[in-house]
C-alpha cells in the first residue's frame, strides 16, 4: 500500500516533468496557422511571410490554413478549441477579436478568456480614395460636399463589419455627414464599381487602392491611421485632415488557445518578433503596404480588451449588423 501511495503521490511530479520536456522540446512537429480570410488577401500574406520564417528558424514545418466564413469566426472557434500546445494558432485581424463581439448575436467563442495573445504583429492602414469625377480635393471639401448633398455619396466596403466599413461609420460620426455605405463581396469588385463612377469612395486596404491611386485612377485624400505612413508620407492622416484621434486600421497578430503554456507563448513571441524585426520582413511588409508593430503579449491584450468598447458604441449608434 505504501508503495501504490508513494507511485500515487508522484504522478503530478511525472506529469508536470513531461510537460516541462514537451515545451523544452517545442516545437518538435507541424505548426498550423489558421487564417480567417481567402488566400492572397493580407492576412494570408501575413501569415505566410511570418511562417516561412519560423519554418527556417525552428526546422519544423508551419503550414497555413484558410478557412473562411463568419466573419472568420469560424477560424477563431477552431483555434480556441485546439489544444493548448503552440501547434494550433491564429493569425487573427484585430476586427475578429474586438468588433465581431458587438457584430454578431452569438459569438461561437470569447475574444477575451479563449485566446492567448502573442504579439500584434503588423497594421495596414485604409486610404480614403474617391472616384475621380467627385468634385473634392481635400478632405474639408469632401465634408461640404457631402453636407449640401446629404445621402447622396456613397462609400464601399468589403463586407460589414470590416475595417473599411468602420472606417467609413466612424468618418460619418466624427463629420455628421449622411453617406450611404455599400457592401461587398471582398474589396476586388468595390474597386471595379468605385473606378466605374457606381460608388463616389471607400476607404480601403492601402494595399488593393494604392496603386489605383498611383496610376490616377482614383483620387486619394487621407489615410486612416494615426500617423503617416512610408508608402504615402505626402498623403495626410484623418486627423490631420480635422478629425483629432481618428483611427481605423487592419491590425493583425498571433494568438493561441488558452491554456498554452507561458513558456511556449514566450518562445512563440520572442522569435516572432525577432522576425519582424528582419530588415527583409520589414522591406516585404512595406510592399505591402503594411507596417511593423511586434508588441508583448500584454500590450497586446490591452489593445483587445481597450478597442472592444470603442466599437460598441459606434456599432450601437450606427445600428450595424452582421446580417445587414
Do not use: C
Request: charged content about 15%; proline content about 7%.
Amino acid at each position: 500500500m505504501h508503495v501504490i501511495a508513494a507511485l500515487l503521490a508522484a504522478l503530478p511530479l511525472l506529469w508536470m516533468a513531461g510537460d516541462a520536456i514537451a515545451q523544452s522540446n517545442y516545437p518538435n512537429k507541424t505548426i498550423r496557422i489558421i487564417v480567417g480570410f481567402a488566400p492572397a488577401g493580407p492576412a494570408d500574406l501575413i501569415a505566410r511571410v511570418i511562417g516561412d520564417k519560423l519554418t527556417e528558424a525552428w526546422g519544423q514545418s508551419v503550414v497555413i490554413e484558410n478557412v473562411t466564413g463568419a466573419g472568420a469566426n469560424i477560424a477563431g472557434d477552431r483555434v480556441a478549441k485546439a489544444a493548448p500546445d503552440g501547434y494550433t494558432l491564429l493569425l487573427a485581424s484585430l476586427a475578429q477579436l474586438t468588433i465581431n463581439p458587438s457584430l454578431y448575436d452569438k459569438m461561437p467563442f470569447d475574444t477575451v478568456k479563449d485566446v492567448i495573445p502573442i504579439t500584434q504583429a503588423v497594421f495596414t492602414p485604409n486610404i480614403l480614395a474617391l472616384n475621380n469625377d467627385v468634385p473634392a480635393k481635400s478632405v474639408t471639401e469632401l465634408v461640404a460636399l457631402a453636407r449640401a448633398q446629404p445621402g447622396q455619396l456613397t462609400f464601399g466596403s468589403a463586407g460589414v463589419g470590416t475595417s473599411q466599413h468602420l472606417a467609413g461609420e466612424l468618418f460619418k460620426s466624427m463629420a455628421h455627414v449622411d453617406i450611404r455605405h455599400v457592401p461587398y463581396r471582398g474589396a476586388a469588385p468595390v474597386i471595379t464599381d468605385l473606378l466605374g463612377g457606381r460608388i463616389s469612395m471607400f476607404f480601403g486596404n492601402i494595399t488593393v487602392g494604392l496603386p489605383q491611386v498611383q496610376d490616377g485612377k482614383l483620387r486619394a485624400l487621407a489615410v486612416t491611421s494615426l500617423k503617416r505612413v512610408a508608402a504615402t508620407p505626402d498623403l495626410p492622416t484623418l486627423a490631420e485632415a480635422g478629425f483629432p484621434g481618428f483611427d481605423a486600421t487592419a491590425s493583425f497578430g498571433l494568438v493561441a488557445p488558452v491554456g498554452t503554456p507561458p513558456a511556449i507563448i514566450d518562445k512563440l513571441h520572442r522569435e516572432t518578433v525577432r522576425i519582424l524585426a528582419l530588415p527583409e520582413v520589414r522591406k516585404r511588409f512595406a510592399e505591402l503596404g503594411s507596417e511593423v508593430i511586434g508588441n508583448s503579449p500584454s500590450e497586446f491584450s490591452a489593445v483587445i480588451k481597450a478597442e472592444i468598447p470603442q466599437w460598441a458604441k459606434l456599432i450601437k449608434e450606427a445600428g450595424i449588423r452582421a446580417s445587414d
